[in-house]
């Protein structure tokens, strides 16, 4: 085999890997995002106060829907929440977030999570009641700069 052969094999290599490898993000595996809230937030059972949080899929293969919530510098275990699979229309290069507005005397509600440049996201599971009461609430997207 001469030279000119060997060195074409190993550019058809290295092309071939560069095309059929995904673009990768540093988190998308456990989708680890940093929310700051200005104002308490509601979670299924739950209500986190003003401040920084952690949003991170549990380390597992099996169970890609269940969401934990940490302080910011990850002491503290606030919430594992079981969630739903849900899609959005278009991807976006920020987290998007969606709240259910609430009454003033009660905190806005997360409903739905999704990563950047996902179309599949997370959506938090209320109980039955909290949910009829979530539904008669207005709705409001928030995107997050990474």
């Known amino acids: 085999m001469n030279y000119s052969k060997v060195l074409a094999v190993i550019f058809c290599c290295v092309l ?3 095309v059929l490898l995904p673009a990768a993000r540093s988190d998308e595996w456990d989708q680890k995002t940093k929310m700051t ?13 003003p401040g920084t949080y952690w949003f991170v899929l549990l380390n597992s293969d099996s169970d ?11 002491s503290y275990l606030y919430a594992t929440l079981s969630t739903i ?5 278009q991807a976006t290069d920020e987290t998007e977030i969606k709240f259910a507005e609430r009454p003033y005397d009660k905190p806005e509600a997360l409903l739905k999570w999704y990563y950047p440049g996902l ?3 997370h959506e ?7 949910q009829k009461e979530l539904a008669r609430d207005g709705l409001r997207d928030v995107l997050v700069p990474l």
């Open 85 to 89: 699979p849900t899609d959005r229309q």
């Open 124 to 130: 938090f599971l209320y109980s039955h009641k909290q």
């Open 64 to 74: 890609r829907d269940i969401v934990q919530v940490f302080s910011e510098d990850w």
């Open 37 to 49: 809230f200005a104002q308490p937030v509601e979670l299924p059972g739950r209500v986190l106060a």
């Open 16 to 18: 071939s890997c560069a």
């Open 119 to 121: 179309l599949t996201g």
